[in-house]
Antibody
Framework: EMQVVESGGGLVKPGGSLRLSCAAS????????MNWVRQAPGKGLEWVSSITSSGSLMYYADSLKGRFTISRDNANNSLYLQMNSLRAEDTAVYYC???????WGQGTMVTVSS | EIVLTQSPGTLSLSPGERATLSCRAS???????LAWQQQKPGQAPRLLIF???NRATGIPDRFSGSGSGTVFTLTISRLEPEDFAVYYCQQFGSSPYTFGQGTKLEIK
């Protein structure tokens, strides 16, 4: 069964950092691009970032202004999101999604609050 | 940036009725990269339609997608109780990738 499982969320103070992880299984991870999508409480889905299968190209939402970095480790079937200079408006559930957004994890909650 | 506008914002229908959800793009979208997601409260999104008109694995045939260019439609032919949820269109053919704001399908 294809699945992705996020981890690493939690409570962080404004200006702090957090690193999210996504563990993939049930498919050949290195064949697929991967994505991060977030959802603020009571709001819609917002695309955050994507990375190509090899990790050579990364794409980001303009609103992130260089604060987030996506990366991957194909040897360990893992996707990451390094989040720096966190703000209250980054509070959301962060989802990892495979390739063409066909497989989603259950999400990990990130709360930015003092 | 391609802006996706979904209408209506909320759709109130009864089980057995037909639902038609619209997604309009601010510029042309490659239909190969137009998808529809379903999300129920407290759950992750689930892929319904990919490539504008192809049902994802396990999706009942009462769900269908159509459209091209700037206008796309998701149709649910006969609503079942489990279909009441929020539906999002999305495009991932042009960065930044974008989602519509969602259509909430509620029981009338």
């Amino acid at each position: 069964e294809m699945q992705v499982v996020e981890s690493g969320g939690g409570l962080v103070k404004p200006g702090g950092s957090l690193r999210l992880s996504c563990a993939a299984s049930g498919f050949t991870f290195s064949f697929f691009s991967m994505n991060w999508v977030r959802q603020a409480p009571g709001k819609g889905l917002e695309w955050v970032s994507s990375i190509t299968s090899s990790g050579s190209l990364m794409y980001y939402a303009d609103s992130l202004k260089g604060r987030f970095t996506i990366s991957r480790d194909n040897a360990n079937n893992s996707l990451y999101l390094q989040m720096n200079s966190l703000r209250a408006e980054d509070t959301a559930v962060y989802y990892c999604a495979k390739g063409s957004f066909d497989i989603w994890g259950q999400g990990t909650m990130v709360t930015v609050s003092s | 940036e391609i802006v996706l506008t979904q209408s209506p914002g909320t759709l109130s229908l009864s089980p057995g009725e037909r639902a038609t959800l619209s997604c309009r793009a601010s510029q042309s979208v490659d239909r190969n990269y137009l998808a529809w997601q379903q999300q129920k409260p407290g759950q992750a999104p689930r892929l319904l339609i990919f490539g504008a008109s192809n049902r994802a694995t396990g999706i009942p045939d009462r769900f269908s997608g159509s459209g091209s260019g700037t206008v796309f439609t998701l149709t649910i032919s006969r609503l079942e109780p489990e279909d009441f949820a929020v539906y999002y269109c999305q495009q991932f053919g042009s960065s930044p990738y974008t989602f519509g704001q969602g259509t909430k399908l509620e029981i009338k």
